[in-house]
């Protein structure tokens, strides 16, 4: 199978809209959820083959290629499963608490989707910036999406700040082509250290700063909880888990396969960044907007992970990437559920939960966000801590352990409000779908963390190609000169 | 003398250095008009501004005025006379990018002022931290 359906099944979904529209809203989420876990079965069969190069049209170097390695496969399995679990979600929620316009909604969730893979396979330059558009139109209308006050003062927002992300990176790759004359990745790392000194780091800022504000980097953040807050919170489940996610796969993967230094000068963007997201979220009072920040926390502790660039950190981040998204989809699912039942996403809210299920299920995801044992997080931290440890950077060690300890301040008021004293339950119906699904997401980090053996190979691989800049152009270029 | 200057006018280097400062200054001016201005339809003018200095900074350094469009060289046998057509191409989809997002843009700014009566992002209020 090629990689190329990753990208042509949910753009030619997008186009069957008005048929499952008609036939009602349950059919829409059946889509959904076929196709994504059609997706995610084939990105099952592309486990340990090795990397797989897709030309489309024309050979080396002038085709537009697409290359599946184990480090693309993890992203290309993280945005799929993401993506199956929400759309069950989609499919268990009440009719009543449905969006506006189905058919239109499911455009967008694919063209999210199909910008997301495309940002991870995608080894042609321009084709990034086009697939970085396409992520950022979907995503803006989906922030929008309710045509609320605070929805279309999100889409303007994050409309504004999103092009004018996508100028600088834009004005980056011009820059590459006006020197190299090759929008070809592999070509591009072969000779990005050829071009003079000043141009490369001209192009190395333009490119930080595009793709900073589209990772969610300090100072580079002030946007991210204004846009987890404006939109729907199962639209921010997916801003959380796949679009975070992709962002910060091409962020490395640009800045390993071009060589770029500034090691130093990344991991402390991505430590400053956990702990002012961290000791922002403790002030916040709204579900939506602790999350939104706790999500740039555990991005900028990733990004100081894989910036580091030992195996064990880099190992470690994976864990917590994939720790994070299915964590952060069960909380905003579970938010928009409260949403729907009590009209508000305060965290007073939480002290009328009446369901065990779905107490069960927060605390569990709390937990594994602070990296508690025995679930997945507690894996993904302690080895990056251990990666920390062996390149001797005490100071980084030490705010991880800081950030922790405010995360934790935070996530034991809101387990204070789930289980101590002055509760006042109130029913919450649940359908057996959603009680399914609330042991589903936990099982599946609970797995993450208890069987990490069997993960550890697979993500170690995946990290080890990450930075193996050399093996990506030796595969993509073939015999090309 | 005057024939001197036709032909210093005409050469590429000149060309590229007048095109180079012209779309660095659009570039400029939409920039300042990005940071001094808070209306919501002057933020997008001055995007597109920055968008279009962009478009010719590197329409204008990747061609060369002495050649022709790609589609009228000598017939795609040497491809001697004829421009590169990667960054046309280019330009294209992303002048057709720049299109979409600008004409969402308008639309979001429409239906807001529609529901609310304003039209600054100064006067946005309805998100943000909340005592």
Redesign the interface.
């Known amino acids: 199978m090629s990689p190329v359906y990753f990208i042509a099944l949910p753009l030619f979904a997008a186009f069957g809209y008005r048929g499952v529209e008609a036939l009602g809203r349950r059919a829409v989420a059946m889509a959904l959820l076929m196709e994504s876990a059609a997706l995610l079965l084939l990105a099952a069969s592309f486990v340990g083959g090795g990397r797989v190069v897709e030309n489309i049209a024309i050979v080396q170097p002038l085709a537009i290629s697409l290359v599946i390695d184990s480090a693309s496969l993890f992203f290309v399995m993280l945005i799929t499963l993401s993506m199956t679990l929400f759309s069950l979600h989609y499919l268990f929620r009440r009719a009543e608490s449905a969006q506006k316009h189905e058919g239109r909604y499911f455009v967008f969730l694919n063209l999210l989707m199909a910008g997301t893979l495309g940002l991870v396979l995608s080894a042609d330059i321009?084709n990034l910036?086009?697939f970085i558009?396409i992520t950022?139109?979907s995503a803006?209308?989906l922030t929008?999406f309710q045509?609320?006050?605070?929805a279309?003062?999100?889409?303007?927002?994050y409309?504004?700040i999103g092009?004018?992300a996508s100028?600088f990176v834009?004005?980056a790759i011009?820059l590459i082509?006006?020197e190299l004359?090759t929008?070809n990745l592999a070509l591009i790392a072969k000779n990005f250290s050829s071009m003079p000194g000043p141009i490369i780091f001209v192009i190395s800022l333009l490119g930080f700063i595009g793709l900073g504000i589209k990772a969610k980097l300090f100072p580079l953040n002030f946007w991210v909880p204004?846009i987890y807050?404006?939109a729907h919170p199962e639209i921010a489940s997916l801003f959380s888990a796949i679009m975070a996610s992709a962002y910060i796969f091409l962020f490395f993967h640009l800045f390993y396969l071009f060589g770029i230094g500034f090691r130093e000068f990344v991991m402390t963007a991505g430590i400053v960044t956990m702990i002012v997201a961290e000791l922002a979220a403790l002030?916040?009072?709204?579900m939506k907007?602790i999350f939104a920040y706790s999500s740039i926390g555990q991005a900028g502790l990733v990004i100081a992970a894989l910036a580091l660039g030992n195996p064990h950190a880099t190992t470690g981040a994976f864990f917590l990437l994939i720790n994070n998204a299915l964590a952060k989809l069960l909380l905003f699912i579970i938010v928009s559920v409260l949403f729907y039942r009590f009209g508000s996403t305060h965290i007073d809210t939480l002290k009328k939960v009446g369901s065990k299920v779905t107490v069960a299920a927060l605390l569990m995801a709390f937990l594994t966000l602070l990296g508690m044992p025995p679930f997945g997080g507690f894996v993904g931290k302690f080895l990056v801590l251990e990666g920390f440890a062996e390149k001797g950077a005490y100071m980084a060690f030490g705010a991880i352990l800081v950030a922790a300890l405010i995360e934790a301040g935070y996530y034991f008021k809101m387990a204070g409000m789930l289980v101590g004293p002055n509760r006042s339950p109130e029913t919450l119906p649940l359908s057996i779908g959603y009680r399914s699904l609330f042991l589903l997401i936990p099982g599946l980090f609970l797995l993450l963390g208890i069987a990490f053996f069997l993960f550890l190979p697979y993500f170690g691989e995946s990290a080890a190609t990450l930075s193996d800049a050399q093996g990506f152009v030796a595969t993509l270029l073939g015999g090309v000169k | 003398m005057f024939e001197n200057l036709l032909t210093w006018l005409d050469s590429p280097q000149t060309l590229q250095a007048i095109v180079v400062t012209g779309s660095l200054l659009l570039f400029g001016i939409g920039f300042y008009g990005l940071l001094a201005y808070t209306r919501i339809i002057k933020i997008l003018i001055s995007l597109s501004i920055m968008e279009s200095a962009l478009f010719v900074f590197f329409l204008g350094l990747a061609s060369d005025p002495h050649k022709t469009a790609p589609i009228l060289g000598d017939l795609f046998k040497n491809f001697e006379k004829m421009n590169d057509p990667v960054p046309q191409a280019a330009i294209l989809t992303a002048i057709v990018i720049s299109l979409a997002t600008m004409s969402l843009g308008i639309s979001f700014a429409i239906e807001y002022y529609k529901r609310t009566g304003k039209n600054d992002i100064a006067q946005m209020d309805a998100l943000g931290e909340k005592r």
């Open positions: 321009f910036y086009v558009e950022g139109i803006y209308v929008a045509k609320s006050e605070q279309l003062e999100g889409g303007i927002k409309l504004i092009s004018v100028l834009f004005f011009i082509y006006l004359g929008f204004d807050e404006a002030r916040q009072n709204d907007r």
